[in-house]
């Protein structure tokens, strides 16, 4: 890198995905610590070599709080810690309060055991196979999903027209899904952004 006019070292960019599957901090805590030990043997050899970072950027969001603490590093990037979701609450993140994303959808359909909504997997992203969980109505369970449609069970079910709110097992592949996000307070609309990312390809 010296040798080339055309490359700015500027310094290292590390993504512990690894640690977002686990549940206990303490062994959370004890991966990071594991990931900063390599990156700090890392940028001692590149300062051996002449080359001193500026930038080390690091983290997700379930080992933020921990990066937080490392005195070497300049920059955290946490990305669903904007909004948080189902799995940083099963992780101990954060509590169910604390997420504030969801997709706000409404029952088209009502049977005797089950409603239907009007959104699917093309407006709520189901990585990993797990379905959305319903905040708004805390007795209701989505038991099934197609493209377009969401069915619900429970008792008791939602009227005709009702509408539900449900929150994403991960956030990420949600948001993109969306033209713009509207943003709340209680029931009055602040503003509505448009999501920048919409419909991009690497």
């Known amino acids: ?63 933020a709080s921990i990066w937080a603490t490392k005195e070497e590093v300049t920059e955290l990037q946490p990305g669903t810690y904007i909004f948080y979701d189902i799995h940083q609450v099963e992780l101990g993140v954060t509590d169910i309060d604390h997420v504030s994303a969801y997709v706000l959808s409404q029952v088209i359909s009502k ?35 197609s493209e377009e449609h969401t069915v619900l069970r429970g008792d008791p079910l939602p009227g005709l027209e009702e509408r539900i709110a449900l929150v994403p097992y991960h956030i990420c592949p949600t948001v993109d899904l969306w033209d713009e996000a509207v943003l709340v307070d209680k029931d009055r609309v602040i503003t509505r952004l448009r999501i920048e990312a919409r419909g991009k390809k690497v």
């Open 111 to 145: 049977g005797e055991d089950r409603a239907v909504l009007d959104v699917g997997y093309k407006g709520v992203g189901i990585e990993l196979g797990v379905y959305p969980t319903v905040i708004s109505h805390k007795s209701l369970k989505v038991t099934s999903m």
């Open 1 to 63: 890198m010296k040798k080339s006019p055309h490359v700015i070292f500027k310094g290292f960019m590390g993504y512990d995905g690894h640690t977002a599957s686990i549940k206990e901090f303490e062994k959370r805590e004890e991966a990071v610590d594991s990931a900063y030990d390599i990156l700090l043997q890392v940028k001692r050899e590149f300062e051996r070599g002449g080359l001193t970072p500026e930038v080390i950027s690091v983290g997700e969001t379930p080992s």
